[in-house]
Structures are given as structure tokens and as C-alpha cells.
């Protein structure tokens, strides 16, 4: 069994026992900033500022919403924060050519490994609070089927070594999801232009992450790149070129 500690480790199945610990830990946080900052906060909210809020079913399904909503907010931007952070001291993030460059034999990093490990710890525990913890919605089926993918594609990419793509993915894609959940929360206030500024930015992230950079930054430079087997010169030929 290969260590996550050595300095260019290999992956291995055993790694993702570290997901696992990542998960339970996702647990432990999120009682803790339900029980004594966010429900508090929503409570706040939901009161005008004043401290007065009448307790029935309704106000309390709209606390456990606000909590729900704040804690995924908090997630993604602290998440979004370690991956950029990683990626950023790498030196084949600002470079397309390099992102397979060396595939499938690439140096795996310690902090990596943990930016994989804490992703798909967070999905497996997303899961599990879809089934036991969250409020039923009418999007569950949806939302268990992504989040069932997303385990997948993170546990693939990590075994097939696509490292250095993967975390520039993770990084486009958690970007907007900080705006949608920040969103939701200033909805569940009553602020209806926090809303409305969240929901534009998350519109803009995600055309512009997902729609744009994802398929023709991307995903058009690493299939080019497979072709050549991670060989990438100083330009990239055309598939006629290849051809001659």
C-alpha cells in the first residue's frame, strides 16, 4: 500500500480511507455550526434583527432550510478557496499544454491527494444526509443521482491519474455553486436584492465556467492532448496534420 505522505505518491484504493474520515469530519462541522451559528443566525434573520420570532411548523422548516442552505454556501467557498489556493502554486495550472503533459506518469502531491480526498469525502457524506439528515425535496431523486456520479467520476480520475485536470474541474465547477447557495440563504431572509445580485452572479459563473471554459478550454485541449498520449509540443497539431 503506497502512503499519502511520500512526496510523489501513487494512487491507491487505500487512499480513499481518507475520504471516509473527510466525511465523518463533514459530520462532526456541520452539527456544530448548525447548532451554535447557524440556526442562530437564521433565527436573526427570520426575526427582522430583533431577537422576537414566533415558533410553529412553518417558521421551523424554514430554519432547518436557512441552516441547510448556509452550510453549503460555507462549503463550496472554503472549498473553492484550497483548490484555487493548490492549483494556483502548481506550475501547470496557467498552462493548458501541461495539464496531461506526462500522463498517466505524474507527480501526485500531498495536498493533491487531500483536495481529492476532501471532495469525495464531501459527496459521501451528502449522500448519507440526503438519506438521514436533510429535508425531503422534490428534487431528491436528482440530487442523489449527482451526487452518486460525482463520487464516481472523482474515485476515476483519481485511479486514472488525471490529477492536474481534475483539480482545475473541481475549481470550475464549485465556483457557482457558492453564488446559487448564497442566493437561496439572502431567499430565505426575505432579501430579495441580495437574491437577485447572487442569482445573476451564479448565471454569469456558470456560463461562463461550465459553458464556456469547461468544454472549449478544457475539455477541447485534453482530447487533443490524449491523442498525442500527454506528449504535447510547443503547438498542437490538427487532426489532418496527425494524419500526414
Keep these: 500500500m503506497d502512503s499519502i505522505w511520500k512526496q510523489n505518491a501513487v494512487p491507491n484504493v487505500w487512499h480513499f480511507f481518507v475520504s471516509f474520515c473527510f466525511a465523518f469530519g463533514f459530520v462532526v462541522a456541520r452539527f456544530l455550526l448548525d447548532r451554535f451559528i447557524f440556526r442562530r443566525f437564521a433565527i436573526w434573520l427570520l426575526s427582522s434583527g430583533n431577537g422576537l420570532l414566533k415558533i410553529n411548523e412553518a417558521t421551523r422548516a424554514k430554519i432547518v432550510k436557512f441552516s441547510e442552505s448556509m452550510w453549503k454556501p460555507t462549503y463550496y467557498a472554503a472549498v473553492e478557496f484550497c483548490v484555487l489556493s493548490v492549483n494556483y502554486h502548481e506550475s501547470w495550472f496557467r498552462d493548458m499544454k501541461e495539464y496531461l503533459r506526462g500522463w498517466p ?5 500531498l495536498p493533491l491527494i487531500l483536495i481529492y480526498m476532501c471532495q469525495c469525502g464531501f459527496y459521501i457524506y451528502s449522500i448519507a444526509a440526503l438519506l438521514t439528515w436533510e429535508t425531503r425535496r422534490r428534487d431528491f431523486s436528482v440530487m442523489m443521482s449527482h451526487h452518486v456520479v460525482t463520487v464516481i467520476l472523482i474515485a476515476y480520475s483519481y485511479m486514472a491519474r488525471f490529477f492536474r485536470i481534475g483539480a482545475v474541474i473541481l475549481a470550475l465547477h464549485d465556483a457557482s455553486d457558492v453564488f446559487l447557495e448564497a442566493a437561496k440563504v439572502f431567499k430565505y431572509s426575505k432579501n430579495e436584492l441580495g437574491a437577485s ?11 461562463t465556467l461550465r459553458l464556456v471554459l469547461f468544454p472549449f478550454w478544457v475539455i477541447r485541449s485534453s482530447r487533443r492532448q490524449l491523442k498525442n498520449r500527454g506528449k504535447v509540443g510547443e503547438d498542437i497539431r490538427s487532426d489532418s496534420e496527425d494524419d500526414d
Excluded at 506518469?105 to 502531491?109: F, I, M, P, R, V
Excluded at 445580485?197 to 456560463?207: D, E, M, P, R, T
Design 105 to 109: 506518469n505524474q507527480d501526485l502531491k
Design 197 to 207: 445580485v447572487c442569482f445573476g452572479l451564479f448565471a454569469i459563473s456558470w456560463f
